[in-house]
């Protein structure tokens, strides 16, 4: 009852901590003696701060990481939704961001969706370094008094005690994946994120920010800045300098423990905090966004984006190599890009010019809609293959 006391005060900012005694281990045990009287003297026995700061650490990590697994479980809810009212929507996909090909738009959502999926699974992985239980190891040797390591365990909710007492007070590769994780998670949210801000741009034009999340400049009343977004892709430098810092701690430290590991929370709770700022920005940014399907749809036409499909009909019709059709599609293309035409809009008997076995069926591979129709293969951007990995997404991911 004593320690639940002192617990309540610290939650209710009651307790009053003495700059003299020299941690937070001592201000509690001294505040238990104020409560209990001298009984507070046995709450050290057979334990070190080595062992008891390892395992609360362990035991927030593990907390953490099932809220951020929680967090992610929205995103991708939020994402998924979007992909569904976007199944035939049309946009570019890009290769060196150049316009490459036509994609379903709801495809290229799920694309972030299988990144959280797999920055999921690293979580769930990690987990298991984490319910190994420290308590009991001491400073670095065990004790000599006659604890049950695998009842504190089962009390604690670890799956079992660690098996190597060095190793426990010195470990912090579960520190390094965690950081590790939440960078990798960060980068996949900074890539959203600079997607969101090009396509906001005036040369895009795929996307209009909401105003929560974007401000104005102090000299130009036509701005609106993606600073939601800018932030998210900036906070993953903090993580990686934070990945960095705790390899950097660790590659020259000798067993066991060294005052040097006491950084490791800083790095940590400091991580923690960026990237689960960046998972809320990115909610509510892609909750709130709306889409310009005429711009994306646009930005397909203009750019020839179905001049694979020609060669592919080329090859699949008229039995030349890939090479053969790739060199007369590129004549077909200029031609197009001389007079400004879209591809389905050139004349039968022009394109025959280049090739008089080509025939009118080759109109059904040059629009937009067709050549993503076409892409029916597992992993394309078919609209049927599309569903069918939403459908998928929901019952395997969420």
Same mark, same amino acid.
């Given at each position: 009852w004593g320690l639940n006391r002192i617990r309540n005060e610290i939650i209710k900012k009651k307790f009053k901590f003495n700059s003299n005694l020299e941690d937070i281990h001592m201000n509690i045990e001294s505040r238990l003696f104020e409560i209990v009287g001298e009984e507070a003297g046995f709450i050290h026995t057979g334990r070190s701060r080595n062992d008891q700061v390892i395992t609360d650490f362990k035991i927030w990590l593990r907390s953490s990481t099932l809220e951020i697994i929680n967090y992610l479980n929205n995103l991708e809810k939020i994402i998924i939704k979007n992909a569904e009212k976007n199944v035939k929507t049309i946009m570019p996909g890009f290769t060196h961001l150049k316009n490459a090909q036509p994609i379903s738009f709801a495809h290229y959502l799920l694309a972030y969706v299988e990144m959280f999926?797999?920055? &999921?699974?690293?979580?769930?992985? @990690? =987990?298991? @370094? =984490?319910?190994?239980?420290?308590?009991?190891?001491?400073?670095?040797?065990?004790?000599?008094?006659? *604890?049950?390591?695998?009842?504190?365990? &089962?009390?604690?909710?670890?799956?079992?005690?660690?098996? @190597?007492? *060095?190793?426990? %007070?010195?470990?912090?590769?579960? %520190? %390094?994946?965690? *950081?590790? %994780?939440?960078?990798?998670?960060? *980068?996949?949210?900074?890539?959203?994120a600079e997607e969101i801000i090009l396509w906001a741009s005036e040369h895009f034009k795929f996307v209009k920010l909401p105003d929560q999340l974007s401000t104005g400049s102090s000299i130009m009343p036509q701005k609106k800045n993606p600073d939601g977004a800018e932030l998210v892709r900036s906070n993953v430098a903090n993580a990686i300098g934070h990945l960095n810092s705790i390899l950097v701690i660790l590659k020259g430290l000798p067993l066991a423990y060294s005052k040097d590991l006491q950084n490791d929370k800083k790095l940590t709770f400091d991580t923690y905090d960026n990237i689960l700022l960046s998972v809320q920005v990115m909610q509510e940014t892609i909750k709130k966004i709306e889409f310009n399907k005429k711009e994306m749809l646009d930005s397909v036409d203009k750019s020839f984006a179905t001049a694979t499909d020609l060669a592919d009909w080329l090859v699949k019709n008229l039995k030349y190599t890939f090479r053969q059709a790739h060199q007369i599609t590129g004549k077909i293309v200029s031609y197009a890009q001389t007079n400004n035409i879209k591809l389905s809009e050139i004349p039968l008997k022009k394109i025959q010019k280049f090739d008089k076995k080509i025939t009118k069926n080759i109109f059904k591979e040059l629009s937009s809609i067709d050549s993503m129709k076409n892409k029916s293969s597992i992993g394309g951007t078919s609209p049927e293959t599309v569903k069918k990995a939403i459908q998928y997404a929901i019952k395997k991911y969420l």
């Open positions: 999926k797999r920055d &999921k699974k690293r979580f769930k992985n @990690n =987990l298991e @370094n =984490l319910f190994e239980n420290p308590l009991g190891v001491a400073a670095l040797t065990g004790t000599s008094f006659n *604890i049950d390591r695998n009842y504190t365990s &089962k009390k604690l909710k670890f799956k079992s005690p660690t098996n @190597n007492s *060095i190793d426990t %007070v010195s470990d912090r590769d579960f %520190v %390094v994946e965690y *950081i590790f %994780v939440l960078t990798l998670l960060g *980068i996949h949210l900074s890539r959203l």
